[in-house]
């Protein structure tokens, strides 16, 4: 699989298979961000008694570790179908989740 991977040419893409669990986790941090979206904009528009007692500080630093575990749930899955992800970084090799579709995604970007 990771010599078709590497075999892409600009703009075109590979779908493989990505295990239920990372979509099941994908989907409860993506639950979890919105959650703290959603108390942030209660914050500013000050629309709730959570929103009095908001701590921005707190927040920044709960909201900065679910995008940190998106990452690292994301590069976990893909390292375990490519192995080392220097090879597709060295490669201009780019990748993402979709866990809606429960895919895995790569692709190289096309020259612009």
Not at 80 to 105: C, F, P, S, T, W
């Amino acid at each position: 699989m990771i010599k078709a991977i590497l075999a892409l040419k600009p703009g075109e893409k590979h779908f493989t298979d990505c295990p239920e669990e990372t979509c099941k986790r994908l989907k409860l941090l993506a639950l979890q961000k919105e959650s703290y979206e959603n108390l942030f904009v209660a914050y500013v528009n000050k629309t709730s008694e959570q929103a009095d007692n908001f701590n921005l500080e707190a927040f920044l630093q709960a909201n900065a570790k679910v995008y940190i575990a998106q990452a690292a749930t994301v590069d976990d899955a893909v390292s375990g179908v490519v192995g080392d992800l220097k090879i597709l970084h060295q490669n201009g090799i780019r990748y993402m989740v979709n866990y809606n579709a429960e895919k895995m995604i790569f692709f190289r970007p096309q020259q612009g």
